[in-house]
């Protein structure tokens, strides 16, 4: 079986399928179709299916023309209907893994997955799992669902891995193209194939390691270096304000230093799919252990009560106008996760914006890239242009995403007062009415 994928691989005779086209799926399925290999995409969402079928993009990192060329030359296409696994040979599973209302790993959209793919499995088959998830996930879940419902033996009849998805939206230097992949597979012969399925169609290094378990714990290592660092951040920030220390003036001296030492910076809180999230899968399955993780609980809890605490400064500088927070106009500058991208999942902006509410303040945003947005199933639509009478009308104005693309010295000139979560004011000419976390 191994030398017969490999031979496909190489004539570019493989058909690929990717489950879920989202932010992870539709560029991966895009830049399978690139490389030469039928692409079909499976996702449950028709308005995604009929988009892909006619050409439309929707993610950002995906370019419009390229998504438009490889629909109608034919080699992607898109389907909810899971029958057509049969017809592919590669597919990767690219679905979200979401926190619970209990803060614990939701996998209903890969057990989902699973047990739609195992239906269809044929011999032969290549099965990667994508989607972020605490180690043992391939081996403890997937596995088991795809050959009690295929009757078929995973090693024997098809081969199964686990890859991280590194999708970093708006990156203008790395995308799925170009960026490394980490791959683990179950046996050394589906380690083989799924490395050479992925070197078939990516500029990026493919580096492989000895099992599903060791991928699976690299992601987490990733995103749980990054949330810890900026909980340590974050935590210095309300100290700094207390001891009146500008620390964006001292993280600015410390990165001089050549040698360890990396900037991470403060903000109001973590947004995206991944940083916020993936301590939680780690810290849960820690538990099965017996251990606690009790540093990255830590540094979880810092960076979860950004937005209480950007709240709570916003009531201490309306204060010194002799202003409540009660009734008071607050304008929020940006409701993305990060800097210039339309993507606003776990975006802390939306939790600033809730508790702001909650004290009873009348709030507004504008955003250039995300003019609406909907939460728990209401519709929030932004101010469309931002103009010298809407800062004027503002009591405070708060900058929660560093968006390039804002008039940020027309925000200097005509605000009142501004809280600046992300230091964008650093170097306007308007200075003397803002105050940074």
């Known amino acids: 079986m191994k030398q017969t994928l490999l031979n496909k691989i190489k004539n570019y005779d493989i058909t690929v399928g990717v489950v879920g086209l989202g932010y992870v799926g539709l560029p991966l399925a895009v830049e399978k179709a690139k490389a030469g290999f039928r692409t079909i995409g499976f996702d449950v969402q028709k308005k995604k299916v009929d988009m892909v079928n006619s050409g439309v993009n929707y993610i950002g990192d995906v370019v419009d023309a390229d998504l438009k060329r490889i629909v109608e030359e034919g080699t992607l296409s898109a389907t909810s209907d899971f029958s057509f696994i049969k017809d592919v040979d590669f597919i ?21 997955s699973a047990e739609d793919i195992a239906g269809h499995l044929k011999r032969g088959s290549i099965v990667v799992l994508e989607s972020t998830t605490y180690p043992g996930t391939t081996e403890e879940l997937l596995k088991p669902i795809l050959e009690e419902r295929s009757g078929l033996v995973c090693g024997e009849d098809f081969y ?57 714990m690299e992601k987490i290592l990733e995103n749980t270096y990054r949330n810890v660092n900026i909980g340590l951040v974050n935590e210095l920030a309300m100290l700094c304000e207390k001891m009146k220390i500008n620390l964006w003036e001292v993280i600015d001296a410390a990165k001089t230093k050549p040698y360890g030492f990396q900037a991470f910076y403060p903000g109001p809180g973590l947004g995206g799919h991944c940083i916020p999230l993936d ?8 538990r099965e252990y017996g251990f606690h993780t009790s540093m990255i609980e830590s540094s979880m809890m810092v960076n979860d ?43 802390p902006a939306l ?52 968006h390039t693309n804002v008039d940020y010295d027309l925000v200097g000139q005509y605000a009142r007062c501004i809280f600046d979560t992300k230091n964008v004011m650093k170097d306007s000419v308007y200075r003397e009415n803002v105050e940074v976390l």
């Not at 937005?307 to 607050?330: D, M, W």
């Open 92 to 112: 990767a599973v690219c679905v979200p893994t979401p926190l619970d209302s209990h803060q614990q790993p939701y996998l209903g959209y890969i057990r989902k």
């Open 305 to 347: 009560r950004m937005p209480e605490y950007v709240t709570g400064r916003v009531s201490r500088i309306l204060n010194r106008f002799q202003k409540p927070l009660n009734g008071s106009k607050v304008l929020i500058l940006g409701v993305a996760y990060k800097q210039d991208i339309d993507d606003y999942r776990e975006s």
């Open 160 to 216: 199964l891995g686990f890859s991280p998805e590194r999708v970093d939206p708006g990156n203008l230097i790395y995308k799925t193209k170009n960026t490394p992949k980490v791959v683990g597979a179950v046996g050394q012969d589906a380690l083989e194939v799924i490395a050479a399925m992925y070197r078939a169609v990516l500029d990026g290094d493919v580096h492989t390691v000895s099992s599903p378990a060791v991928a699976e």
């Open 351 to 402: 939790r600033v914006i809730d508790c702001l509410e909650s004290e009873g303040a009348q709030v507004s945003f504008y955003d250039p890239y995300i003019p609406e947005y909907k939460q728990n199933g209401v519709l929030h639509k932004g101010i469309a242009v931002l103009s010298q009478q809407l800062l004027e009308s503002a009591d405070v104005v708060v900058i929660t995403a560093a």
């Open 279 to 286: 301590p939680y899968y780690l810290s849960w399955k820690a």
